[in-house]
């Protein structure tokens, strides 16, 4: 079965940091990426990083870019997410997604259940 | 950037009635387009990627269909746990980009 934990979230203030794990397990971890993606209290789901299996590629979204690194541990089977600099509008619930590529198409196909971060002075 | 606009916002609708939601995307993205259902308190699940295939455990009758910029997600008849917030996504180009999301509710 496939997992993904997420853990690290919590309260910090405006300019602080804070480091994400997600834990996985029931999978190849090392054949395929991983992304995360956030959802604002009461609001949609936007797309914050990847990055690949082999660690090659690594992407943000601009709203994050400088401020957050996207990192993984392929013996450990986790991924992190390093966010720095960290502003109100970073508040938000933060998932581990895999992104699964078969043999045509790629997919957000299992999600953690998700780690709060709150930034707030 | 893409971006994908849902419509409605809200559907009221009974169990057994048909649902049918829509998604356009600011420039054609062939048919890489994906579904999920969130329900509250849960995480986002996958219905259907690549326009009209649908992942494993969803049942027939969700369905999606479109290509080019105009997506449609239909749900054949109600069940009372698919009430729930419906998100397009594209997976064209980076960044990954999600509608605003139609939301489902028990009329």
């Known amino acids: 079965e496939v997992q993904l934990v997420e853990s690290g979230g919590g309260l910090v203030q405006p300019g602080g940091s804070l480091r994400l794990s997600c834990a996985t397990s029931g999978f190849t971890f090392s054949s395929n990426g991983l992304n995360w993606v956030r959802q604002a209290p009461g609001k949609g789901l936007e797309w914050v990083s990847y990055?690949?299996?082999?660690?090659?590629?690594?992407l943000y979204a601009d709203s994050v870019k400088g401020r957050f690194t996207i990192s993984r541990d392929d013996a450990q089977n986790s991924v992190y997410l390093q966010m720095n600099s960290l502003r109100d509008e970073d508040t938000a619930l933060y998932y581990c997604?895999?992104?699964?590529?078969?043999?045509?198409?790629?997919?957000?196909?299992?999600w953690g259940q998700g780690t709060l971060v709150t930034v707030s002075s | 950037e893409i971006v994908l606009t849902q419509s409605p916002g809200t559907l009221s609708l009974s169990p057994g009635e048909g649902a049918t939601l829509s998604c356009r995307a600011s420039q054609d993205i062939t048919y890489y387009l994906l579904w999920y259902q969130q329900k509250p308190g849960q995480a986002p699940r996958l219905l259907i990627y690549?326009?009209?295939n649908r992942a494993t455990g969803i049942p027939a009758r969700f369905s999606g269909s479109g290509s080019g910029t105009d997506f449609t997600l239909t749900i054949s008849s109600l069940e009372p746990e698919d009430f729930a917030v419906y998100y397009c996504?594209?997976?064209?180009?980076?960044?990954?980009?999600f509608g605003q999301g139609t939301k489902v509710e028990i009329k």
């Open positions: 690549d326009t009209s």
């Open positions: 996504q594209q997976r064209f180009s980076w960044p990954r980009t």
């Open positions: 997604v895999r992104d699964f590529c078969g043999t045509t198409s790629c997919r957000f196909d299992y």
């Open positions: 990055i690949s299996g082999s660690s090659l590629t690594i």
